[in-house]
C-alpha cells in the first residue's frame, strides 16, 4: 500500500490507499459506488473531480455554512 499524501483529479488510487488517505486527513469523499468504496480494497477509483469546499446545513439552528473543506469525486473505473 502507497502512502497517498494528496488525491489529484485524473489520477486513478486503489480502495485501500484512498481509505489510508481519508483516515488521516480531514477531507470529504463523494462516490459513484456509494457505500461499497471500501469493500474491495485493491478496486480502483479515478479522482473525477475536486471542490476547496462545501456546503453544509446545521440541525442545530436551520442555516447554511461553507466549510472550506476539500471534497472529492470518485468514479469507479
Known amino acids: 500500500m502507497n502512502k497517498v499524501k494528496e488525491l489529484e483529479v485524473g ?8 481509505d489510508q488517505f481519508l483516515s488521516s486527513t480531514d477531507v470529504v469523499i463523494l462516490s459513484s459506488n456509494e457505500s461499497d468504496v471500501f469493500s474491495h480494497p485493491e478496486r480502483e477509483y479515478k479522482v473525477v473531480q475536486m471542490f476547496e469546499g462545501l456546503f453544509e446545513h446545521s440541525s442545530n439552528d436551520g442555516e447554511k455554512y461553507y466549510r472550506t473543506k476539500p471534497a472529492y469525486v470518485l468514479d469507479k473505473v
Open 11 to 18: 489520477n486513478h488510487y486503489k480502495a485501500a490507499d484512498i
